[in-house]
């Protein structure tokens, strides 16, 4: 053989990487487990750390926690905790596998040229929203299109403790959510799977998280298919701009109406 022969015959075998593409991809299995343990991990820390916190400054732990659901400064603190600890969790994933934060659709910064097809999105969305809303509550009788999310923050009034409501439902979870739902998550199911099957399990995945199981409730499912089919959008919408950031954007714009709607309005 010669050895123009033997580098081709080389090159065939050589493993194919994707442009731009550096560290070891995880699969489907790996993205959703992790996402599921990184979410209930730091639900589970954040209390802890409430408890240890409270613990030492003479604070009686299981008032802490009972503070998680009756104080707006303890929920905003815990909020924090929690966001601020799946961030990390899912940082030094990434960052073990070499991979960094491109790989979550971090890579390219904010563009005004975004900003159209954000709009157009956020306005499809709503109107498939009351679209799907009406089907719903017309072939599933049973399903409570009116049932109310339990989001905490009951006895938030003064100007501070809406400051910290708005931080907690507005700002923080669009930032999480994108990072580990349709960064992390889609990123690893998307490695093997077609594009629309890996979106549609996404979406699923998202939907499942907001049923509110364990909180003496019926299971939320309006607010289930509310944010599948918001996820839906916020994927199309990385696939389009090479991005998660106008998933943010979007996402924050449907919680901060809600936030306006029930915090604001609702309590002035």
Do not use: C
Not at 40 to 57: D, N, R, Y
């Amino acid at each position: 053989m010669t050895k123009e022969s033997e580098t081709e015959a080389t090159a065939e075998k050589a493993p194919v990487k994707k442009p731009g593409f550096k560290g070891r991809a995880y699969g489907p299995v790996t993205a959703i487990l992790l996402t599921v343990f990184i979410f209930f991990a730091s639900q589970i820390l954040g209390a802890v750390f409430i408890v240890m916190g409270g613990s030492i400054f003479g604070y009686d732990g299981q008032k802490a926690l009972e503070d998680i659901e009756n104080s707006t400064f303890i929920q905003f603190v815990f909020s924090v905790l929690a966001a601020s600890l799946a961030m990390y969790a899912t940082w030094m994933f990434v960052r073990a596998r070499g991979l960094g934060w491109s790989y979550l659709g971090l890579s390219k910064k904010p563009k005004l040229s975004d900003a159209k097809i954000t709009i157009g999105v956020t306005v499809v969305y709503f109107l498939t929203l009351i679209f799907v809303t009406g089907i719903v509550s017309q072939l599933i009788p049973g399903i409570d299109v009116e049932q109310e999310q339990q989001l905490g923050f009951d006895g938030a009034k003064t100007g501070l403790q809406l400051a910290m409501v708005f931080v907690s439902l507005v700002v923080l979870p669009p930032i999480i959510e994108e990072i580990m739902i349709r960064g992390f998550l889609y990123s690893g199911l998307k490695s093997k799977l077609p594009k629309i099957v890996a979106a549609v399990v996404a979406s699923v995945v998202f939907g499942i998280a907001h049923l509110q199981l364990g909180f003496g409730a019926p299971p939320l499912w309006i607010a289930a298919i509310d944010t599948a089919i918001l996820s839906l959008f916020l994927i199309y919408l990385r696939e389009k701009t090479g991005s998660i950031w106008a998933g943010m954007v979007v996402h924050a714009i449907k919680n901060g109406l809600a936030f306006t709607f029930l915090f604001v309005i609702g309590t002035s």
